[in-house]
């Protein structure tokens, strides 16, 4: 049966090229918000929901990471890492010298500002929704780029102008897939959690919370702390670990972290990413 | 002498009225971006520059919190901590019935989906580069509504249809003023700083450090790790603690600290804030 996948739309955007990556033989459908995937997966519409996690320019996506705290039915099964190239588009046989506005989401807009600047030093920076709203709204008109990707332009027929205009090198996006189980252990694994401690403000918590894992060999490849909602200074701490959740030594960890939280949640155990090619 | 302020503009922005709520008698001068009021304080055109740095829901600001890894001459000297209030503004007279578009920054829009949706189910929401841009950009037409604050209001004459139209409660953003000294000792104070290590992925490097402030019993308020931007994987951590660096414990485990790292920077020492009222 064809797997069913869930995405972070609308067609066109880097989550859309992560899923086709993953699995090019599944069915991809468009949701328009990482609450809305998540939702899809939860009631069983979708075998699995792509969304990003982090980037590593603008760091966390910080409405997945919500979801993966809130919602228990949920659990990362599989990472994915995409290196994001953003493209000028416009309309087929526009010239650049007739470029008046760029369009595209603010983030994607700071990512280029150098080369728009440069280039295209009179023209004016409309925001979008999305890079793939931006490049929609750009084929309406005959004065407009967007700043999108390589899909984007497929899809809706744009022409590409100008390739890999962002600033800095190595922009990469993380991407998840949010499955209702995590992965089998293949040897090669990450373990994702997250938690919080009653007792705020209390020296050395965090410290002996992660110590568990460091006593043990056990690596902690990434830590950040998620402001809770209520107030600033109440944090949630989020973890990346080395190893499956079934091994062992960190079996024993986690549980020995669990007795110290008030909150405690394991987001998955799943192959850990391979750069492939 | 009056002092003078570079804020993140435009007029009518939350780090507009950070800024006021810190000096009201200061010169105000807007600035397009994060890094150019870093230059504006670098460059001594500006005696402090307001940016914000954490939002609850959003999490971090990167570009502040890059900023203060990469110039190593500004220093944070005070933080502020300003509640966000998203009001529905409109040109006065215009009628909620006659509301067809929504502008405002997608981050904006997010944050007040549920409202819009439910009093406005037809309207389409439109992208701004920011909540002030978005009441610029409504005040010329006729049909058209804006996500903004009470001071966007002020500043561009718009009438407020709804106010504290957002989501989740305890929305609020945290703010610092860089300039080229932080703070001397109060007696009630925090200390940030940023960190990394040469040797990736060695189990204990980062627990190490943090031992060393919980061995003095110096509380750690926060911590995060950034993308270093050059891969995923790479991380500069970013800590909060308590205490002041000239303490003699804190400053202790900061040189502790220092010796274990291939990057370390105090990125200031500054009063904590606390909450008035």
Known sequence: MTRRLAFLGPRGTNAEEAALRYDPSAE????????????????????????????????????????????????????????????????????????????????????????????????EMVAALSTAAAVEEMMQRDDSAAVGNKRAAEIYGAEVLARDIQERRGNVTRFVVLAANDHPPTGSDKTSLAFAFAVEDRPGLLVGALEEFSSRGINLSKIESRPSGDRLGTYIFLADVDGHRTDPALAEALERIQEQCSYFRILGSYPRYQKSG
Chains 1, 2 share one sequence.
């Open 28 to 123: 991809l459908v468009p949701f328009p918000g990482i609450s809305a995937v998540a939702a899809a997966v939860d009631s069983g519409m979708a075998d699995g929901g792509v969304v990003p996690i982090e980037n590593s320019l603008e760091g966390a996506v910080t409405e997945t990471l919500d979801v993966l705290i809130h919602d228990a039915k949920l659990a990362i099964c599989i990472e994915l890492v995409l290196p994001i190239e953003h493209f000028l588009l416009a309309k087929p046989g526009l010239k650049a010298a007739d470029v008046r506005r760029v369009y595209s989401h603010p983030q994607a807009l700071a990512q280029c500002r150098g080369f728009i600047e440069r280039c295209f030093p009179k023209a």
